[in-house]
């Protein structure tokens, strides 16, 4: 019988987290559950504390040896939501947790990771990149002050750009691709999910939540982003690397069709 596989998910209490853990789970795997609350381990990923305390007990309970980890946790960006709190959640406590568990995903069996982005990425206007170059400076102060300025709604792409950028960087490298970890983005679109139905009811943005274009006709499910992640941990998806991967049901392909690939040498 093959060894059970352990793999942390953050954000395991609501929404794509809470779906990826059902999916593992329903699979013989161990998740480790990552949350504010409801979860193995209960922590704030938006503070440095929370982040050491959270890396410190999965540790302990995986006794230092993890096969998969995917970094859902994240918060939306909403007119009354600081930009700040999106700057230390979305951005540095998935940089974080992958940094800080990365030596348990290397004594790990094809360990894997998984980091959260958004379509919001390519197809929302007006990021702030000062916002995004704070981050991948890893000046968490400096972001902070910038994600404020910039309101939490700009903010939110911004998080989900810089984190997909860091992937990109990181994916590559001895301590990643080197040490035999895959380490991707998925990029979601629209998902029915608690997060989004507080973008729904949001005074500013609500109203514009339904308009914005699927070309498949409906909202993501849960479970369908889940089981994505489910593949791209697993034994199939070997040869992905730094790949980020929109699930959005064709909005990004509608609204920038030759975008991407972009050849070399055409910018960015
Ligand atoms: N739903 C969508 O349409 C959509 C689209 C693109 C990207 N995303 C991203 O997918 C991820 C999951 O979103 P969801 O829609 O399932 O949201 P959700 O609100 O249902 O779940 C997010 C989870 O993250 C947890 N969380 C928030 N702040 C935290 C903190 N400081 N410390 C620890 N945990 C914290 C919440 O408690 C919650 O359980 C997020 O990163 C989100 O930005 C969502």
């Given at each position: 019988m093959a060894k059970q596989r352990t793999v942390v998910v953050t954000g395991s209490a609501s929404g794509m987290g809470a779906a990826t853990k059902a999916r593992l789970e329903a699979d013989g795997q161990r998740v480790i559950g990552v949350d504010l609350r409801d979860a193995d381990v209960v922590a704030d990923l938006g503070t440095a504390a929370g982040r050491s305390a959270a890396i410190d007990a999965v540790t302990e309970r995986a006794d230092g040896v993890i096969?998969?980890?995917?970094t859902w946790a994240g918060v939306?960006?909403?007119?009354?939501?600081a930009g700040s709190l999106l700057a230390s959640v979305n951005y540095f406590g998935s940089v974080a947790l992958l940094d800080g568990l990365r030596p348990l995903l290397a004594r790990g069996d094809r360990p894997a990771a998984v980091a959260i982005s958004s379509n919001s990425?390519?197809?929302q206007p007006g990021i702030p990149m000062d916002v995004?170059?704070?981050?991948?400076?890893?000046?968490?102060?400096?972001?902070r002050v910038a994600a404020d300025a910039a309101g939490a709604m700009a903010t939110y792409p911004a998080t989900k750009t810089a984190i997909a950028w860091w992937v990109r960087r990181h994916a590559t490298t001895d301590e990643w691709a080197g040490a035999g970890i895959t380490l991707n983005v998925v990029a979601p679109g629209a998902v029915e999910t608690p997060l989004l139905q507080s973008t729904r009811e949001d005074e500013t943005i609500g109203k514009f939540i339904d308009l914005f274009p699927v070309p498949v006709g409906r909202k993501g499910e849960p479970d369908e982003l889940a089981a994505f992640v489910q593949f791209l941990l697993g034994a199939d998806a070997r040869?992905?690397?730094g790949s980020v991967v929109f699930v959005d049901g064709g909005?990004?392909?509608?609204?920038?069709?030759?975008d991407f690939p972009r050849p070399m040498g055409r910018g960015r």
């Open positions: 096969d998969g980890l995917v939306a960006g909403l007119t009354k939501t990425t390519t197809c995004i170059e704070r981050c991948l400076d890893g000046d968490e102060p400096g972001a040869f992905f690397c909005s990004d392909a509608q609204l920038r069709a030759d």
